[in-house]
């Protein structure tokens, strides 16, 4: 069946023109699903003798070229030079993943791995699983967008740099430590530093960034802070550098990144290379997957759909995965080459997707 009646969770297309499945014939439509197949199993462009032999069609490769040319001419189809086959091209991609793919549930091999990554324990180890066993069943990179978190406060101090800034160093109840510059109003003194620091390590330990805000002005507005106004606002201003940068600041999971450097993609260094360096900017992939929280179901990006990887040319598989209360906590999926295998891949991330979702419930 189509992928948009199959079994899994909802898909949700992306929008793209491509002619109608309808308007091809059946012959059309059985060359250029040999076309498409064929290519993302080899990676390489497919010729009408290739396709007289796979096919089973009875037909000459003289006329398997007719098709294939109409389909070119349709913009299913490209030669990349001029003796070569053809390959599909990205509305190609879409029209067969939206129309024609046939997928069905994940192995029960690829279910079992699933599962016996991603157990109980702490929710960041599972979703660093999650992004690992996608990245081995697939062989792409897996990617994990995961729920923000503010930080509980264990120790948080202030480290001087200059006449003008600190370093304000957070350590998180979890054992994380991070440093965030912090501007300093012009003269101010060693001791207070440290008096911040003492005061909110005593004062606010345990307490995530939001509710040690709410106390600290609290406990200013009641006249029961034990701090005089410059060390008061010193606090607030390494609060509030903190708040809004977790508020922004998206958390990504990327696992399995030399999975993109196959024999396949030696020919085309160039695009390997800008794909790797779209991984790097994890922002602006965590802002593509962010866009799959707001659907009901998994969405699939194909080459310059997105213009993130309109130079590498590259697909995202992502699904959403969700928390106790049934709403849409993060995104898992996978990035690789166009001609990733869809129809195998697309129900491998939405089973880890309501796997998340299960362990989380």
């Not at 250029?32 to 197949?37: D, I, K, M, P, T």
Request: charged letters at 20%.
């Amino acid at each position: 069946m189509p992928l948009s009646q199959a079994s899994f969770s909802a898909y949700i297309p992306v929008a793209m023109t491509t002619p109608p499945i309808s308007e091809l014939s059946d012959r059309a439509r059985d060359i250029f699903r040999v076309v498409v197949e064929s290519y993302i199993g080899t990676g390489a462009p497919v010729g009408s003798r290739t396709i007289s032999r796979l096919s089973g069609l009875n037909l000459s490769p003289a006329s398997i070229r007719n098709v294939m040319q109409d389909l070119e001419e349709l913009g299913l189809l490209a030669a990349p030079h001029t003796s070569a086959g053809r390959m599909p091209t990205e509305i190609g991609l879409r029209l067969f993943v939206d129309g024609m793919m046939q997928a069905a549930e994940p192995s029960a091999h690829e279910r079992a791995a699933i599962e016996a990554r991603i157990t109980g324990g702490p929710v960041e180890d599972a979703l660093t699983a999650a992004s690992a066993v996608l990245s081995g069943l697939s062989s792409c990179a897996g990617i994990v967008l995961v729920p923000p978190r503010e930080p509980v406060v264990r120790q948080f101090g202030f480290v001087p740099l200059s006449r003008d800034q600190a370093l304000a160093v957070l350590v998180g109840a979890d054992g994380t430590v991070e440093n965030r510059v912090v501007d300093l109003p012009q003269g101010t003194p060693a001791h207070l530093l440290t008096d911040a620091s003492n005061y909110i390590s005593s004062q606010l330990s345990g307490l995530t960034l939001r509710e040690a805000e709410e106390k600290l002005r609290g406990e200013i507005g009641h006249g029961r802070a034990a701090l005089d106004n410059a060390a008061a606002d010193l606090i607030a201003r390494g609060l509030a550098v903190w708040s809004e940068d977790g508020a922004s600041r998206p958390v990504l999971i990327v696992r399995g990144q030399a999975n993109l450097i196959d024999p396949a993609a030696a020919a085309d260094l160039e695009r390997v290379r800008q794909l790797l360096d779209e991984l790097e900017s994890k922002e602006e992939i965590a802002r593509l997957l962010d866009s799959a929280r707001s659907g009901q179901g998994m969405k699939i990006f194909i080459g310059s759909e997105n213009k993130l990887f309109s130079l590498s040319g590259s697909s995202v598989i992502a699904a959403p995965y969700r928390g106790g209360d049934g709403r849409v906590v993060g995104v898992v999926g996978v990035i690789g080459p166009t001609r990733l295998n869809y129809a195998r891949v697309v129900p491998m991330v939405d089973f880890t997707a309501q796997t998340l979702t299960r362990l989380m419930a």
